[in-house]
């Protein structure tokens, strides 16, 4: 496929919500406010880059500025497609600086717990600064042979009026899973940040053989799929 055939423009919350639940093992738009870039091929939609505030209050303290001058990519939500990933990215942060010129950083996770070790951002030159610091609310918890996320765990803890913390949540028989900590990807915005984050890099991480969760290509619908957003 030639890279003219390769389209990069807004996409709607339709679009990012179905490119989510039918492309990414999230099955899930993250919550908040998201700006929503949308890829298509030879006219063909095949997927969503969002960014986005993200979970992790601190998400700004690798980088020494305001929360709000950093963001996260918070989805690479695509189905089978030619141009490299991390091209599409690549246009993608320019969208984002266009829209948001006040940015100075986006930071990103690969999780190891789903196969991945971040080489989408290596072939991207962003800077690897380690292992995220591993927090036991942001663990999948099961109960009764189902898997549940922190947020849904929070939900049934309030309905019942006890605190969010983990120890409640064990009471009411969730389990906390072992899960790998999380790489941690930079990409700064402006030179100044770059230098100023230069030294926290490391070597990249080598992807490892494991067992993914679930059967991705399976997981994932054609880019012929006829209820995919034009």
Known sequence: MAKAELRIDWATHAAAKYACENWHYSKSVPAGKIVKVGVWEAGKFVGVVLFGRGSNKHIAKPFGVAPELVVELVRVALTKHVAQVSRILAVALIFLRK?????RAVISFADPNQGHHGGIYQ???????GVGTEDPRARP?????????????VGQLSSQGKKSTVEAAISLGFKPLDQKPKHRYLMPLDDAMRAQIAPLAKPYPKRVKQAMTGNQPEQRQGSTDPHAPE
């Open 99 to 103: 829209q948001s010129p006040q940015l």
């Open 123 to 129: 072939a991207g030159n962003w800077i690897y600064s």
């Open 141 to 153: 918890y099961s109960k009764n042979g189902a898997i549940y996320h922190w947020r849904t765990v």
